[in-house]
Every structure is written in C-alpha cells, then in structure tokens.
T-cell receptor, first 112, second 113 residues
Framework: EAQVTQNPRYLITVTGKKLTVTCSQN?????MSWYRQDPGLGLRQIYY???????DKGDVPEGYKVSRKEKRNFPLILESPSPNQTSLYFC???????????FGQGTRLTVV | QKEVEQNSGPLSVPEGAIASLNCTYS??????FFWYRQYSGKSPELIMS????GDKEDGRFTAQLNKASQYVSLLIRDSQPSDSATYLC?????????????FGSGTRLQVQP
C-alpha cells in the first residue's frame, strides 16, 4: 500500500530536550516536505527536499532541522524544542514540486 | 506574500443539498490547484486536482477553476453527514520555485442529517 508513515503519532516532551520525528514514504517520490498546522493559521511549510541531500527552508524553518540521506526518509529534528513548537506536524511527499501532496498520519507534539 | 483565502465557516447545509466551497488566490500565474478534505485530528486527503479553466467532475465532487478571476471552487452534490469536515484549498504558486503547495486555512462544512 502506498503511504507516508510518521512516527511517533503523539509526543509530549520538555523544553530543550532534542527530539526527532521520522517520516518514510514508499512511493519513490522525489519531493518531500514538512508542515505544521496551527488553529487559524492553516498548514505552513517548514522545510522541503527536492531529492537526496537537497533540502531548503520553507516558510517557518526557525527551530527545526531536516536531513535527506535516503530518498524514502525525511526526518524532522527539533534540537531544543520550545513551547511555541507545540503543534500538529505533517510529513508529505509528492512525485514532483508541482503535483499533489500525500500526507502522513500526523504527529501531535506538545512541548511543556 | 502569496495567499490563499477561504471563508472559515462553518458552512451548514442539509443532507442531500449542494455544498459550495470557495477559494481565492493571489497569483494570477498559478497553474496547479487542489482540494483536500481533513477530518478533525486527521491528515489532509486529496479530493480533486484541477489545472485548466472550467469544471472537472469526479463522482459527487466538481471543481471549478476561473484563472481570470483567481478563484477555485468545490461543489459537493447530495451532501452526506460523512462529508462534514474541513476542506482545504491548495495552490502551487508559479514564482515560489521549489516550494510546495500553499494552503488556505480551510472551510469547515457541517452537513445536517
């Protein structure tokens, strides 16, 4: 089954404790991205990747890091989480930058 | 700043009626447009994509695109309570290079039994 898989689905952590949210897709898509979704603000792109070893900032990259060492995986790293990073996070993949995005199940992160 | 605007709703329609959802966007040169459905706490799910002016139908859903007026709409015929969700409009802006879709904040649809 074609899918984008994120883990964990739910995470509660404390300020400053490094964490990684994993994302994997099995559709051989070149383009992957991370979004956060907040009430009233919609989906905002954090980082994206055109292909292996090619990543770039989206609209709200501060406080986040990503890597793309393999085509299928695109982890999101929060080196020092803060409460304003409490949000619902989605990983997405697309055949190309101009086509539809397919979303993972989401990760609800709470930073206390 | 590239923008996608949607009325937040809620839009309330009776079961069996037509629901009409609208979206406007700021870049006249945009070429790719998408509608997603999102149930509360779940991930967005692609419903329709449309690239050319006019209507595109898929089952109970019809997407309408008017590039001159910079709006795209989604019609849901024979609305069902299971259609109650938030509908997100997404646009690929031409001059954002490698950045992906820009999403509106969504319209919440309530279908009353």
């Amino acid at each position: 089954e074609a899918q984008v898989t994120q883990n964990p689905r739910y995470l509660i952590t404390v300020t400053g404790k490094k964490l990684t949210v994993t994302c994997s897709q099995n559709m051989n898509h070149e383009y992957m991205s991370w979004y956060r979704q907040d009430p009233g603000l919609g989906l905002r792109q954090i980082y994206y990747s055109m292909n292996v070893e090619v990543t770039d900032k989206g609209d709200v990259p501060e406080g986040y890091k990503v890597s793309r060492k393999e085509k299928r995986n695109f982890p999101l790293i929060l080196e020092s989480p803060s409460p304003n990073q409490t949000s619902l996070y989605f990983c997405a993949s697309s055949p190309s930058v101009n086509t539809e995005a397919f979303f993972g199940q989401g990760t609800r992160l709470t930073v206390v | 700043q590239k923008e996608v605007e949607q009325n937040s709703g809620p839009l309330s329609v009776p079961e069996g009626a037509i629901a009409s959802l609208n979206c406007t966007y700021s870049d006249r040169g945009s070429q790719s447009f998408f509608w997603y459905r999102q149930y509360s706490g779940k991930s967005p799910e692609l419903i329709m994509s449309i690239y050319s002016n006019g209507d595109k139908e898929d089952g109970r859903f019809t997407a309408q695109l008017n590039k001159a007026s910079q709006y795209v709409s989604l019609l849901i015929r024979d609305s069902q309570p299971s259609d109650s969700a938030t509908y997100l409009c997404a646009v690929k802006f031409m001059d954002t290079g490698r950045r992906a879709l820009t999403f509106g904040s969504g319209t919440r649809l309530q279908v009353q039994p």
